[in-house]
């Protein structure tokens, strides 16, 4: 048995799709997933974020938004971005280290979890992504890569 150095969970030999969202001349989101299409309140929902590095990996956040499904990914930077609800923030390729340039047909894969609110109300809801400065909260480049059915669960209580 040989040991080899590679670590195949971080890159993947891939036909890149196209850009999402990113930074020019850095980071593309050119794929983005959640593992399932419906969750409960409190819960976690895994995600699958794709990206192809055009210079060194950026200090930069994306934001991952819940919004009701009657409004659209404008909303989510006028609406939902300064309220500071139902978004949650990722820092691009956190946790991957010594990666540079994407080789060509090659995708840096990033997974991480989406918490569901406690306190969202049951509904559909639309699934956007944003990228912006580190802990700023000030989003860009919204687009919409799909969506959410939450459920209401009920809350465990601690005591009696």
């Known amino acids: 048995m040989e040991l080899r150095p590679e670590q195949p969970e971080l890159a993947r030999k891939k036909v890149a799709g196209p850009v999402l969202t990113g930074i020019p001349g850095s980071a593309e989101l050119v794929g983005f997933e959640l593992?399932?299409?419906?969750?409960?309140?409190?819960?976690?929902?895994?995600f699958r974020a794709e990206w192809v590095l055009n210079g060194p990996p950026p200090r930069a956040h994306f934001g991952i938004a819940l919004g009701p499904e009657a409004v659209d990914?404008?909303?989510?930077?006028?609406?939902?971005?300064?309220?500071?609800?139902?978004?949650?923030?990722?820092?691009?390729?956190?946790?991957?280290h010594d990666i540079g340039v994407s080789p060509k047909g090659t995708v840096y894969e990033q997974r991480?979890?989406?918490?569901?609110?406690?306190?969202?109300?049951?509904?559909?809801?639309?699934?956007?992504?944003?990228?912006?400065?580190?802990?700023?909260?000030?989003?860009?480049?919204?687009?919409?890569?799909?969506?959410?059915?939450?459920?209401?669960?009920?809350?465990?209580?601690?005591?009696?």
């Open 73 to 96: 990914a404008e909303y989510f930077a006028r609406r939902l971005v300064p309220e500071g609800r139902f978004i949650q923030g990722f820092p691009v390729l956190y946790g991957l």
């Open 35 to 46: 593992e399932r299409g419906q969750a409960g309140t409190g819960e976690t929902v895994g």
């Open 112 to 160: 991480g979890q989406l918490i569901i609110p406690t306190n969202a109300p049951e509904g559909k809801y639309r699934v956007g992504v944003g990228i912006g400065p580190p802990h700023a909260e000030q989003y860009a480049g919204w687009v919409e890569v799909g969506d959410l059915r939450i459920e209401a669960r009920p809350q465990p209580r601690n005591g009696p």
